[in-house]
T-cell receptor
Framework: EPEVTQTPSHQVTQMGQEVILRCVPI?????FYWYRQILGQKVEFLVS????????KSEIFDDQFSVERPDGSNFTLKIRSTKLEDSAMYFC??????????????FGNGTRLTVT | KNQVEQSPQSLIILEGKNCTLQ??????????LRWYKQDTGRGPVSLTI?????NTKSNGRYTATLDADTKQSSLHITASQLSDSASYIC???????????FGTGTKLQVIP
């Protein structure tokens, strides 16, 4: 069964550094998302991406965050200058239709980002 | 403010027993409600998706119910197995675009 893959599984970085989290969504999916989950807390929406542009973003997704689909397969989340509070598990997800329709979101297994 | 509340926060049951997890939401407008299973350190996996017109949806030993009038949903697990140990997350879509609201989850532990 096709799956969403994320790399790396764990990333450690120093405060102020830039990080890029990578995702390969399911190949025929059109909608892509990033979520984060701070340890012990609920999953939070960051951003959705469709047709090569951001379709919606949360208040968490400020100017230090950006997303890109540099080619036909990868979907990346860049954090420009990491802060301690960016430490979290970041999940990529994809779907074939929008979330308001009855199609499941397929999640990757996440990248655990630790900012020191 | 859109909110999704789940109860209990955690639950321990014996293998083979049944259990029911609850989800109350205030998300409006409402498009659909999903239940996900999240194993520790893994991404959530979809169990069921229900629209406002659906009262119940089953997926193997998992049965979800929805009362759109009272804005409540439940997930019933029958004949629990050790592999059911996970967090179960209720997720509600507001009918907008992708700003789904996640509940805090119920952590289920099935013991032998």
């Amino acid at each position: 069964e096709p799956e969403v893959t994320q790399t790396p599984s764990h990333q450690v970085t120093q405060m102020g550094q830039e990080v890029i989290l990578r995702c390969v969504p399911i190949s025929n999916h059109l909608y892509f998302y990033w979520y984060r989950q701070i340890l012990g807390q609920k999953v939070e929406f960051l951003v959705s991406f469709y047709n090569n542009e951001i379709s919606e973003k949360s208040e968490i997704f400020d100017d230090q965050f950006s997303v890109e689909r540099p080619d036909g397969s990868n979907f990346t989340l860049k954090i420009r200058s990491t802060k301690l509070e960016d430490s979290a598990m970041y999940f990529c997800a994809s779907s074939d239709v929008g979330a308001s329709y009855n199609s499941p979101l397929h999640f990757g297994n996440g990248t655990r980002l630790t900012v020191t | 403010k859109n909110q999704v509340e789940q109860s209990p926060q955690s639950l321990i049951i014996l293998e083979g027993k049944n259990c029911t997890l609850q989800c109350n939401y205030t998300v409006s407008p409402f498009s659909n409600l999903r239940w996900y299973k999240q194993d520790t350190g893994r991404g959530p996996v979809s169990l069921t998706i229900m629209t406002f017109s659906e009262n119940t949806k089953s997926n193997g030993r998992y049965t979800a119910t929805l009362d759109a009038d009272t804005k409540q949903s439940s997930l019933h697990i029958t004949a629990s197995q050790l592999s059911d140990s996970a967090s179960y997350i209720c997720v509600v879509s507001p009918g907008g675009y992708q700003k789904v609201t996640f509940g805090t989850g119920t952590k289920l532990q099935v013991i032998p």
